[in-house]
């Protein structure tokens, strides 16, 4: 069988590496890595190759950044020239960003097998582009990995026949549990014993500097009790200049550049709370069982708040500073890792792949 795996933006390199090896550890599958170029930064993208030891991509689009359908648009453009000339036997992609529902959409209407992995994940918020583009591929996909149960309900709910969803657990712990004993803080970070980290990039905080600007300043008052490690993703750092925003004055206050994984994973291990808007965060503090803020009003994955360490506070900025100081003073709050949250759930999909294979042959 001839596979293609799409990936683009950085979150889909900690789910592809491990279903590529575990692919390559049971089957001879003609495995195919192909890169939209959606992230295309040295911090955004190379380092993750190397640091997860995924194979330099196949095929590089490099498509680069643009509005919503004309980057949309411009992958479908270039990945339909490629599965023309390829011919893959199914096209495997990840999570849910504008590359995922792309080469989606190309495969459905060429009628190439498609697999989503990370499927059936909903925030039912619309508003949220991620949200159109999980609607629109786990409908056009043949075979749905889900990370925990409630995406299974809800594939059923929208009509997605059981015989397709494999509930297989969460191919982003496989990654995080393969390298925990290689992460450490950075150097220039070794001394500091206590400290909060952030990430924040969603439109929704970051594009509107009222919101933007009542983000920082909150987390400007943490820093003058506890340091805070916030490595700026692109599009915040855009946003921060083009707001002329002068309120970072404070040397407890590290705004950095974006960190690899193993750097990330380092400072996450050891945080005393993590504040972020990212999907992935939220599930990889619940599985580290560190606290987590997370700033949106609503999550696609509901486990890490019922079971984990996740809490949501919306646009209530203002909470922030008193949420941190209980975080760090309370004992540890009681969690639980969702189930199959145990680093084999690539094994469960290449086996899920290879009986598929076997099927069709
Ligand atoms: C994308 C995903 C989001 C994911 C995030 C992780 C979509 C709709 N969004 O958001 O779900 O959580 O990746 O990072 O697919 N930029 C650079 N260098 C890069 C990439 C982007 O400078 O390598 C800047 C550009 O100014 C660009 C902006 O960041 O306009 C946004 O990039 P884009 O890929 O459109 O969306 P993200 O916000 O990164």
Redesign the pocket.
């Known amino acids: 069988m001839k596979l293609i795996h799409v990936v683009g933006?950085?979150?889909n390199f900690m789910k592809a590496a491990p279903v590529w090896s575990a692919i390559n550890k049971i089957t001879d599958f003609n495995q195919i890595l192909v890169h939209t170029g959606?992230?295309?930064?040295k911090l955004?993208?190379d380092i993750f190759f190397k640091e997860l030891q995924i194979p330099v991509p196949d095929y590089n689009l490099n498509i680069g950044?643009d509005s919503?359908a004309r980057?949309t648009a411009a992958i479908m453009i270039k990945f339909e020239e490629l599965v023309n000339e390829l011919k893959p036997d199914l096209v495997l992609v990840y999570g849910?960003?504008?590359s995922t529902v792309a080469a989606a959409m190309v495969c459905s209407k060429l009628s190439i097998s498609i697999a989503h992995v990370e499927a059936g994940l909903r925030s039912f918020d619309r508003k949220m582009?991620?949200e159109i583009?999980r609607l629109i591929t786990d409908q056009l996909a043949d075979l749905l990995f889900t990370p925990s149960k409630d995406g299974d309900d809800n594939l059923i709910k929208e009509g997605i026949p059981k015989s397709k969803i494999h509930f297989v657990g969460n191919v982003m712990i496989d990654t995080l549990v393969r390298l925990l004993p290689k992460a450490d803080k950075p150097n220039r970070f070794k001394d500091l014993k206590q400290y909060i980290l952030v990430t924040l990039?969603r439109p929704s905080n970051v594009d509107d500097p009222k919101s933007l600007k009542s983000i920082l300043h909150n987390l400007e008052t943490i820093s003058k009790s506890i340091p805070v490690i916030f490595p700026v993703?692109?599009?915040t750092k855009?946003m921060i200049a083009e707001s002329n925003l002068d309120i970072i004055n404070n040397v407890n206050f590290h705004l950095i550049e974006p960190l690899g994984y193993l750097d990330f994973l380092g400072l996450m291990k050891n945080a005393a709370t993590v504040i972020t808007d990212?999907?992935g965060i939220q599930e990889e503090t619940t599985y580290l069982g560190i606290p987590c803020i997370t700033v949106r009003e609503n999550t696609e994955r509901p486990v890490t708040v019922s079971l984990g360490t996740n809490q949501l506070i919306g646009k209530d900025y203002y909470k922030i500073p008193d949420l941190v100081n209980n975080a760090i003073n309370r004992k540890k709050r009681s969690y639980t890792i969702p189930p199959l949250w145990d680093g084999k759930a690539s094994e469960r999909i290449a086996t899920v792949l290879l009986q598929h294979n076997n099927k069709i042959i």
């Open positions: 933006a950085r979150p959606q992230h295309y930064d955004m993208s950044s919503h980057q849910d960003v504008n582009p991620e583009n990039h993703h692109p599009r855009k990212s999907g």
